[in-house]
């Protein structure tokens, strides 16, 4: 098992950046592959960004390449996502996620967080 927790959502303006985290405990966390998903009002889940679970490798949905960095410290057990140039478009609860099967679609990840909210004001 393991237990994660998102931080650092908050209000931002276009434009703007903010950094999410998240903390994991439990078994060791350098083993899972992580992932960050996001979900708007009344939209479906989506898959933000992966990353291996050595941090060698990282995958990007297309609207955010360019502008989001996923990133991991296996040290702190910890992932997190650097979302610059954000627009209002990016407002939705972010998921953070693993897996101990090496996949990054949606439906391989085991464990998920409980979320964090991101709102961007034009």
């Known amino acids: 098992q393991v237990q994660l927790v998102e931080s650092g959502g908050g209000l931002v303006q276009a434009g703007g950046s903010l950094r999410l985290s998240c903390a994991a405990s439990g078994r060791t966390f350098s083993s899972y592959t992580a992932g960050w998903f996001r979900q708007a009002p009344g939209k479906e889940s989506e898959f933000v960004a992966a990353?291996?679970?050595?941090?060698?490798?990282?995958y990007y949905q297309d609207s955010v390449k360019g502008r989001f960095t996923i990133s991991r410290d296996n040290t702190k057990n910890t992932v997190y996502l650097q979302m610059n140039s954000l627009k209002p478009e990016d407002t939705a609860v972010y998921y953070c996620a693993a897996n101990l099967k090496g996949r990054y679609y949606q439906s391989a990840y085991e464990y998920w967080g409980q979320g964090t909210q991101v709102t961007v004001s034009s």
């Open positions: 990353i291996s679970f050595s941090g060698g490798s990282a």
